[in-house]
């Protein structure tokens, strides 16, 4: 099982940053991705941006040049960096870590509890 502690939403004036982390813990996998999504009220959970271990990372249109994903392997750790905050970024922000076993074609989804966004206009 791989645990994901979730921590930096809150509440922001538009045009405001914040930076979200997801930490991993537990039975870790070498090959992962992880990545943030969000859902809006009435909305499906849309992808926001994901980082694989390879170094590889992935945006959605809606927030390139906005928010800037990193991580530190190190530490199992995913930050999710988010400048120039708008309304439409109001959502809850879930992590979402997908390991890769040895088996191809395997994989291993767990979820975060997710953190509320709020950006005010």
């Known amino acids: 099982q791989v645990q994901l502690v979730e921590s930096g939403g809150g509440l922001v004036q538009a045009g405001e940053s914040l930076r979200l982390s997801c930490a991993a813990s537990?039975?870790?996998?070498?090959?992962?991705?992880i990545g943030w999504y969000r859902q809006a009220p009435g909305k499906q959970r849309e992808l926001v941006a994901h980082?694989?271990?390879?170094?590889?990372?992935n945006y959605a249109d809606s927030v390139k040049g906005r928010f800037t994903i990193s991580r530190d392997n190190a530490k199992n750790t995913v930050y999710l960096q988010m400048n120039s905050l708008k309304p439409e970024d109001t959502a809850i922000y879930y992590c979402?870590?997908?390991?890769?076993?040895?088996?191809?074609?395997?994989?291993?989804?767990?979820w975060g509890q997710g953190t509320q966004v709020t950006v005010s206009s």
């Open positions: 537990g039975s870790t996998f070498n090959i992962n991705v």
């Open positions: 980082s694989s271990s390879g170094g590889n990372t």
């Open positions: 979402k870590y997908t390991g890769f076993g040895f088996k191809v074609g395997v994989s291993y989804d767990y």
